[in-house]
């Protein structure tokens, strides 16, 4: 969850407007992805082990009540895990597992991603011999979609990466609860400012490792590196946006995701990795729950 320059020549140095594309990207999939799942009219149940106060619960009685803050608490520390477990194995030169954790893992994924959405399409569209063909073609869009990220084209590896990134931020917003929603995002805007400059991810990137370990992670668009969580979250706070707060909300929010990365990129140095989501989640969320005011 970070941005950084990967960038040979000094003279080409220099962040520039293309580089918010893959934020421009994300947002219109969250929003698209969002819009289906609203209108294909199904009620999920949330994940969250620990079930909280309703959402029309007073904020201040809300917010002293433990449960959110013990499924946000469970969410970062599964987050953390994973990045403690990725340094682990590079640190013991166990490279060869890592990759292949990572295959395994986002195949899963990314199969998870197709079939829950092309199940919600076809229940918007209500075809059965659509249906059928549908789900059969699951399987061979997962491998088509894995065989993208280890293309040598930026552009095709950006629209898998946010296919499928967008795709599971939009769909953790129906998920995950009303106040535990808004501790995640805030948590893990603050746990990517430690992991980036004090924990795992600044440990990961000192140890200057061939970055094509994370093809399935990090997001390389001309000499911008993306972390697909930064996309997941941004794709969770559209979401969250638009079904408490509606499209005019959602629209804000993304106004201010687009605010704060543009604020990130220009603080980013060459070479050195910076938080991608304090900013863009802080004013992002912030103009959402002031849009209702107005």
Same mark, same amino acid.
């Given at each position: ?84 477990? !990725? ?6 030169? /166990?490279?060869? =597992?890592?990759?292949?954790?990572? +295959? &395994? %893992? *986002? $195949? ?111 997001? !390389? ?6 972390? /697909?969580?930064? =996309?997941?979250?941004?794709?969770? +706070? &559209? %979401? *969250? $946006? ?53």
């Amino acid at each position: 969850m970070e941005y950084s320059l990967e960038i040979k020549n000094e003279a080409e140095y220099k962040v520039k407007a293309i580089h918010l594309l893959p934020i421009f990207l994300n947002i219109l999939s969250a929003l698209a992805y969002t819009f289906l799942i609203i209108n294909s009219g199904i009620e999920f149940e949330y994940l969250p082990i620990f079930n909280e106060v309703p959402e029309y619960t007073n904020p201040t009685e809300a917010l002293l009540n433990p449960k959110p803050y013990l499924n946000a608490a469970l969410f970062i520390i599964l987050l953390t895990s994973g990045l403690f477990l !990725n340094y682990f194995l590079i640190k013991k030169n /166990l490279r060869k =597992i890592l990759k292949f954790l990572f +295959l &395994i %893992s *986002f $195949s899963i994924l990314i199969y998870s991603i197709l079939f829950f959405y092309i199940f919600i399409l076809n229940f918007v569209i209500n075809n059965s011999i659509i249906s059928s063909v549908s789900f059969f073609l699951t399987f061979p869009l997962s491998i088509i979609i894995i065989k993208i990220f280890y293309s040598k084209k930026d552009l095709l590896r950006l629209l898998a990466a946010i296919s499928i990134g967008s795709g599971a931020g939009s769909a953790l917003g129906f998920f995950i609860p009303y106040w535990t929603s808004i501790l995640i995002l805030i948590f893990a805007s603050i746990y990517d400012i430690i992991a980036v400059f004090k924990g795992p991810l600044k440990k990961i990137f000192e140890k200057d490792i061939d970055l094509t370990i994370f093809r399935f992670s990090l997001i !390389n668009f001309k000499g911008l590196i993306i972390g /697909l969580g930064d =996309i997941v979250f941004y794709s969770l +706070l &559209i %979401s *969250f $946006s638009f079904i408490n707060f509606g499209l005019i909300s959602a629209i804000v929010a993304s106004i201010g995701i687009i605010i704060g990365s543009c604020i990130t990129l220009s603080l980013l140095k060459k070479d050195y990795p910076f938080p991608g989501l304090p900013m863009p989640i802080f004013i992002g969320l912030t103009l959402a729950c002031l849009s209702l005011i107005f």
